[in-house]
């Protein structure tokens, strides 16, 4: 009785993880947090058809906010090429 138990035990406690996570993955959940992103957010809650018509603009948002993470805390490259923007 108490061999299964154990098994399961172990086998639970090799499934969580105590690393910590990286810059880019800390970034992307931050970037949840920001204006522009949570502005997307509000403007789809309850409305079934605003992702699948705006659903760039929110991916776009949390691609910016989660760059200005990066290069708040200096691992992204100042600069570059940034990618082009639809005039919508």
Same mark, same amino acid.
């Given at each position: 009785m108490r061999r299964p138990l154990?098994?399961?035990?172990?086998?639970?406690s090799g499934c =969580?993880?105590?690393t910590?996570?990286?810059p880019q993955?800390?970034? %992307? +959940?931050e970037a949840d947090?920001?204006?522009?992103? *949570?502005?997307?957010?509000?403007?789809?809650?309850?409305?079934? =058809?605003y992702a699948w018509w705006y659903g760039e603009?929110?991916?776009? %948002? +949390?691609q910016d906010a989660t760059l200005a993470c990066? *290069?708040?805390?200096?691992?992204?490259p100042k600069g570059g090429?940034?990618?082009p923007r639809d005039s919508s």
């Open positions: 154990l098994l399961a035990f172990l086998l639970l =969580s993880s105590n910590p996570p990286t993955e800390a970034c %992307a +959940r947090q920001a204006p522009a992103v *949570r502005e997307e957010l509000m403007k789809g809650a309850g409305t079934a =058809s603009r929110l991916q776009r %948002a +949390r990066l *290069r708040a805390r200096g691992l992204a090429v940034e990618q």
